[in-house]
């Protein structure tokens, strides 16, 4: 449908929470603003993200992002975080303009979650 | 028809009965004419226009001459409130309505204040009822207006028509009734009850969009300023070329609804009792409204710990309301459900049930089940989230 408040990619990754959870002995981060509650949590091997997972109280928009983080950032470099833009997810999932403040919740805790990273790797 | 969903949200809109698509294809077949022309065909328009005055009027029990068709509720709304107060503001400029009003009221009562009308807004309690001594502490010797609606489109809350009713004719104020959710629904005798302007629409009973009326009693002092100019249709009150098949299937409608509201009243009861026996020990689930005297064909219910947005895309493709349809893109939560005490959260994370007529048990089940589920996923996904 044209008006469909949701993308189709939105649609999807609200559907398919496969990164939903928490892990064991992760570096995590806790942010609760905007009417939104994140939790990120990520494993770290040899520089690399190994693991990430996500837990969120918010509008299907903050949980698709949530998970079109955690499938595009796995695998990739930890330092790759800082340059995570809440812009690039609301132009991926066409998160409509004013939804970008809970959008930007996320951003901070995906810069949180990297300055947490590059300080020192999970045990 | 196949369908890709289950429809509940009946208080927002009914699908057209058949047989009232059939008899507004006839009209439109044979009686398209203008019913103000005079020729034969201008006649029978009109024939078709009283045989549906007469069809309204019996559901309601009130004489087809004190019923003026509008575009829908709205329409009625605003003739029946802003006609009213301006036709008696030589006597005096106070209002009085309620704040979990229909917006179409609302509305009409915020633009009157900006036109030098005083509004009193009264709060309900928490189970959404207005207490009459309320309203009669409220009325003042300046009052000329209240209009309080008698079942509301969010939550199903009844309000006691008879007694607020009686106390405004005690002291002489018009009383307006917003029963857009009522009429057709539950029986309504308005020889019996107290009531001025009655507001409706066609479309909340199974009837088309696009066509209402406003009863106006034939009583002293009771009557409304036009808001629409521009011809002699309807005593002038309401000009416009009359949408002649539209009212003859309003018409049908409620000659429909009055053979059938008893059993149609069983059914919904019948099918709120399952749903709510679907889903209230699912913890921290809350009924907004009163479930034992509130209308049954709507049953909303908010929950703690869930956001109202994901919840109602998860219950997808069940066809509910997050607030009233009107409002539904806001992201504000409920000004009705606010109003009756519940925080911001509880509001936005309500959802509107409401069946009807062609609603069975076994999609109100499935309704039930859905919840459940979506509420346990959300949950899931959120725990242990920041504190």
Sequence with gaps: ?123 | MAKDFIYLDYAASTPVDPRVTERMQECRDSGFANPSSNHVAGRLSRANIARAAEQLAALLNVDPATLIWTSGATESDNLGIAGAARFRSHRGKHLVTLLTEHKAVTDVFRMLEKQGFEVTWLKPADDGRLDPAMLAAALRKDTQLASIMYVNNETGVMQDIEAIGSICREHDVLFHVDAAQAVGKIAIDLQALPVDLLSLTAHKFYGPKGIGALYIADRPGCHVEPILFGGGQQQRIRPGTLPADLIAGLGLAAEIAQSRIDADLDHLNALRRRLWAGIKDIEGVLVNGDIESGFPGILNVSVVDVEGESLLLELEPICVATGSACNSKSQEPSYVLRALGRSDLLAQSAIRFSMGRPTTEHEVELAARRYREAVARLRDLATAAAT
Excluded at chain 1, 22 to 28: K, T
Excluded at chain 1, 95 to 102: I, L, S
Aim: charged share 25%; proline share 5%.
């Design chain 1, 1 to 123: 449908m044209s008006d469909d408040p949701y993308s189709p990619l939105v649609r999807k990754h609200f559907a398919n929470t496969e990164h939903a959870g928490d892990l064991a002995g992760a570096i995590a981060i806790n942010i609760d603003e905007q009417g939104v509650r994140l939790r990120l949590s990520a494993t770290v091997k040899n520089g690399r993200i190994q693991s990430l997972r996500f837990r969120a109280w918010g509008c299907p928009h903050v949980i698709a992002a949530c998970e079109w983080f955690c499938c595009h950032y796995e695998g990739e470099p930890g330092e790759s975080l800082s340059g995570f833009r809440a812009s690039d997810i609301m132009r991926n999932l066409s998160v409509p303009v004013e939804k970008t403040g809970r959008i930007l919740v996320l951003e901070d805790a995906v810069r949180s979650l990297g300055q947490r990273l590059g300080g020192g790797s999970a045990p």
